[in-house]
């Protein structure tokens, strides 16, 4: 598979999760103090935000802007070459 489409949501106490949840669960993790209850919660947020395979919808920009720099890279070389 090379491209499954994007990251699901996930849903975690009927709310509704993304990438981002699992960023703001660690740091909440933190804010409570660390404790037992804490981590778990941390862990089910985290684990249920991504719920399957898929790929971040900006990998397909990441990837334009990364020919696009070395298309304009060759260009270059080759106006200097004379």
Same mark, same amino acid.
């Given at each position: 598979m090379v491209y &499954? &489409?994007? %990251? @699901?949501t &996930?849903?975690?106490d009927g709310q509704p999760?993304?990438?981002i949840s699992a960023f703001q669960a660690y740091g909440q993790y933190l804010q409570e103090g660390q404790? *037992? *209850?804490a981590e778990k919660k941390r862990?089910?947020?985290i684990r @249920?935000?991504?719920p399957g395979p898929g790929a971040c919808? &900006?990998?397909r920009v990441i990837l334009f802007l990364r020919f696009a720099i070395s298309l304009r890279? @060759? %260009? @270059?070389e080759y106006e200097y070459s004379f």
């Open positions: &499954g &489409g994007t %990251i @699901r &996930g849903t975690y999760l993304d990438v404790t *037992e *209850e862990y089910n947020t @249920r935000s991504c919808g &900006g990998v890279t @060759r %260009i @270059r």
